[in-house]
């Protein structure tokens, strides 16, 4: 069974920094994108940062320079290191992984999330 399991949120005062990791586990050949969302109380879900396969990396202008996305594609594994957290980054953060492959030609079907880690900014 495919699952994705994050791990490195918790309560950081503004101006720390805080890494999260989320590693898939399964029967995976390759997955194309990987990526991470947030979602605040009352808030819809958002994009924060997201990687593909060729290493393009995508972020939110919330978060641009200050947040960096990297993935290991062996461990099948996706980081997102936060600096210079800000109390509206305070959010349950998931992780995503979109166009996975079980083999080389055969493809899950869907997009898989992880269980959510949070995140609290606050002095």
């Known amino acids: 069974q495919l699952q994705l399991v994050e791990s490195g949120g918790g309560l950081v005062q503004p101006g720390g920094s805080l890494r999260l990791s989320c590693a898939a586990s399964?029967?995976?050949?390759?997955?194309?994108?990987m990526g991470w969302y947030r979602q605040a109380p009352g808030k819809q879900r958002e994009l924060v940062a997201s990687m593909s396969t060729g290493g393009s990396a995508n972020y939110a202008d919330s978060v641009k320079g200050r947040f960096t996305i990297s993935r290991d594609y062996a461990k099948n594994t996706v980081l997102l290191k936060m600096n210079s957290l800000m109390p509206e980054d305070t959010a349950v953060y998931y992780c995503?992984?979109?166009?996975?492959?079980?083999?080389?030609?055969?493809?899950?079907?869907?997009?898989?999330w992880g269980q959510g880690t949070q995140v609290t900014v606050s002095s």
């Open positions: 995503r992984a979109q166009g996975i492959k079980r083999t080389v030609s055969l493809y899950y079907g869907g997009d898989y």
């Open positions: 399964g029967s995976i050949f390759s997955i194309n994108t």
